[in-house]
């Protein structure tokens, strides 16, 4: 692949990843990462840990099995290079496994990254303003990754982060929208009931409020279900009976 091209092909990679709409589910631009990232001069396999803290998740490209199990021993275990950068941020750029630090460091996941055949790894941080959003973990033979090389992978990461981070941020606006509408749709019915109530026993709206939380709260039920009773309930029998005077 010639400079030019090459060039092209990581704008086209870049644009992808951050495509806030992700592609056909949530997960593509993840997967897609390692994919890309496979395809830097001397990365032999790769993977990304999502820093979910309810549930991390796992993403490495199809039938890459090596890769997977040492992602999953990391989460696991909760030791390596890629668990440590999802909770620091910091970039571990060509770590040898060998060196005495890395085996003091992540002794289970060192044995099981050189019995793979990896002798270094790189872990960059997938991340959008100051948000951790992940890791994406490179292995590869100590020395085979250029500093040219490592930036490359940290800007597909960095789009990815943006991807993420937007993903986030529409989910959380529905579910605080959702939130909004449901309070809205409680408060109408609430103020409704209290209305047909009042006219119904003679009371004032706030009197009527009054029996209707005495009565949700004497009944276990909630308040918005004792108001849907009054509106659809008969009037002239039942805890607020027309004839009744509270």
């Not at 990843?17 to 897609?32: I, N, Q, S, Y």
């Not at 999953?72 to 040898?96: F, Y």
């Not at 108001?227 to 805890?239: E, K, N, Q």
Request: aromatic content about 4%; overall charge neutral.
């Amino acid at each position: 692949m010639s400079s030019a091209d090459r060039e092209e092909h990581l704008i086209a990679a870049l644009l992808d990843l951050a495509d806030p709409a992700g592609g056909r589910d949530a997960d593509g631009p993840v997967e897609r990462l390692a994919e890309y990232c496979l395809r830097l001069p001397g990365v032999q396999a790769g993977g990304v840990l999502l820093a979910d803290e309810r549930e991390p998740q796992v993403m490495v490209p199809d039938r890459d099995d090596a890769a997977e199990g040492l992602e999953r021993i990391q989460l696991q275990l909760d030791e390596g290079p890629c668990r440590d950068t999802c909770r620091t941020g910091v970039t571990l750029a060509d770590v040898p496994l060998r060196h005495p630090d890395s085996r003091a460091r992540w002794p289970h996941f060192t044995a099981q990254a050189l019995g793979k055949g990896y002798s270094a790894t790189t872990a960059l941080p997938v991340r959008y303003r100051d948000r951790r959003l992940g890791a994406l973990n490179l292995f590869h033979q100590h020395g085979a990754l250029t500093r040219r090389e490592i930036t490359l992978g940290q800007a597909l990461a960095d789009a990815v982060g943006i991807g993420l981070a937007y993903r986030q941020d529409l989910h959380g606006l529905r579910n605080r929208t959702g939130q909004l509408q449901t309070a809205l749709v409680s408060r109408v019915l609430i103020e409704q009931a209290k209305g047909v109530l009042a006219e119904r026993l003679g009371r004032t709206p706030d009197e009527a409020f009054t029996l209707m939380r005495r009565y949700a709260r004497a009944h276990q039920t909630r308040l918005t279900e004792v108001a849907r009773r009054v509106i659809t309930g008969p009037a002239d029998s039942g805890p607020f009976a027309r004839s009744g005077r509270g």
